[in-house]
T-cell receptor
Framework: NAGVTQTPKFQVLKTGQSMTLQCAQDMNHEYMSWYRQDPGMGLRLIHYSVGAGITDQGEVPNGYNVSRSTTEDFPLRLLSAAPSQTSVYFC??????????FGPGTRLLVL | AQRVTQPEKLLSVFKGAPVELKCNYSYSGSPELFWYVQYSRQRLQLLLRHISRESIKGFTADLNKGETSFHLKKPFAQEEDSAMYYCALLTGGGNKLTFGTGTQLKVEL
């Protein structure tokens, strides 16, 4: 099992550009989440999903879209990148009320 | 509203000294708490969860509902314990986690 995988590992964007951060898991987990990690702020939940076709907003959803067309994949879309979205993004997956498994992260720099 | 507080941004101890990383929470429901660890430039991984009541890598944490705390302890720090530690609270449906701001533990020789 690869666990939770994320691509790309690192990305540089210009303000206004759009991009998609990919996340995939091969553990058949129904729950998937996206967090952003910023110095001094810990991890904050952006969006989450409780199953294919079901998504909901977390604490900091503005500027991001998600979809969950399959159990395995949970992409995060930045519609129009802003410097405030410079961060490290982590995807996580889990079964109900069980341990969350995190991906390796994507470092995003928006200029 | 739910909140997790880790008051120390940085904790520096000498090898062999006891370690205590503080975590306090605010939550109206029945709390389920976790400690996650992130070694340098690696992904977060679960260290322990309170319902398991187990010791991982010598670390323990006890849930104190009266003091709304879930402090992480280890009697003798080791160099390989140097990492960022996050306390997290499971909140609501969807397996959502509310994280504290993290404590960087540095174990010096």
């Amino acid at each position: 099992n690869a666990g939770v995988t994320q691509t790309p590992k690192f990305q540089v964007l210009k303000t206004g550009q759009s991009m998609t951060l990919q996340c995939a898991q091969d553990m058949n987990h129904e729950y998937m989440s996206w967090y952003r990690q910023d110095p001094g702020m810990g991890l904050r939940l952006i969006h989450y999903s409780v199953g294919a076709g079901i998504t909901d907003q977390g604490e900091v959803p503005n500027g991001y879209n998600v979809s969950r067309s399959t159990t395995e994949d949970f992409p995060l879309r930045l519609l129009s990148a802003a410097p405030s979205q410079t961060s490290v993004y982590f995807c996580a997956s889990s079964s109900a009320a069980e341990t969350q498994y995190f991906g390796p992260g994507t470092r995003l720099l928006v200029l | 509203a739910q909140r997790v507080t880790q008051p120390e941004k940085l904790l520096s101890v000498f090898k062999g000294a006891p370690v205590e990383l503080k975590c306090n929470y605010s939550y109206s429901g029945s709390p389920e708490l976790f400690w996650y660890v992130q070694y340098s430039r690696q992904r977060l991984q679960l260290l322990l969860r309170h319902i398991s009541r187990e010791s991982i890598k010598g670390f323990t944490a006890d849930l104190n509902k009266g003091e709304t705390s879930f402090h992480l302890k280890k009697p003798f720090a080791q160099e390989e314990d140097s990492a960022m530690y996050y306390c997290a609270l499971l909140t609501g449906g969807g397996n959502k986690l509310t994280f504290g701001t993290g404590t960087q533990l540095k174990v010096e020789l």
